[in-house]
């Protein structure tokens, strides 16, 4: 069953970016007023500096970190697509080997098959009631190998056909996994987001014990951290914002198998003077 994951109705993707802005805008002049609250205190700046810096550094490791695995995801996802592609491509021409009516309802069954996948990176939302279609359409693609096993249990293309049809239902369960499940854990973004306020409020603070402060210094900042943390929560939701896969393999796939089959025909030879037909 697909599922949104907490985070995905904690902060959906379109607040991302503002929601991380005014987080850091937050963190950044709460620690101001604090640091101004104690800067008649004379704290030197060099102590502050130092564990300002350390926690920066601490920060910038678990940004680096967490794109590491939304990167590593994305990628994953790319490499399954083709998989797809080529499974669905060899289930299609070993379909084309069956005898009738095998054959035909296995290449419409397929034809559906990638249609569904094209709507789906179309409209991500309508996914659970294609994961329930393409499950039925897997078992009527399973239907006609176990007909064609009993008719002829030593055929080597009704092997041939079993074998791409369990490469088709491998991928597709890759592909579900890794999409829908595979995401970065919440704890990750739980430890991000709080260290995203303490390295934030660090800053300013050393702004305020310094009596110096920037409104559009920490803009800037805001805006720059904002910016990554998006494109880390984009790579990580596959169904939701800007950054996905292509699928323009599938497409050329679809593509294809609508295209009406070429078929060649003999160019008839006039005869020749003698009645015969040249050569």
Known sequence: MVTMSALDRLLPIWAV????IALVMFAVVLGNRIGRSRAAESIPEG????VVGSMLGLLAFMLAFTFGIASSRFDARKQLLLDD???????????????EPHRSESLALLRRYVDLRVEVAGDPTSIRAATVETATLQRRLWS?????????????IGALYVEALDDLAAVHTSRMTVALQYRIPVPIWYVLILLTVMCMGGVGYQFGIAGRSSVMLELWLAIAFAAVVTVI???????????????QPMLDLQARLEAPPTTETATPVAPDSTGHRGR
């Not at 970016?17 to 991380?20: E, H, I, K």
């Open 17 to 20: 970016f503002p929601g991380f």
């Open 144 to 156: 006609h190998a176990v007909t064609l096993a009993k008719a002829d249990m030593n055929s080597d």
């Open 47 to 50: 102590p502050v500096g130092s």
């Open 233 to 247: 929560a984009q790579l990580d939701r596959p169904t939701s914002g800007m950054l996905r896969v292509s699928q």
């Open 85 to 99: 592609v080529n499974a669905i491509s060899a289930a299609v021409h070993r379909s084309e080997l069956l005898p």
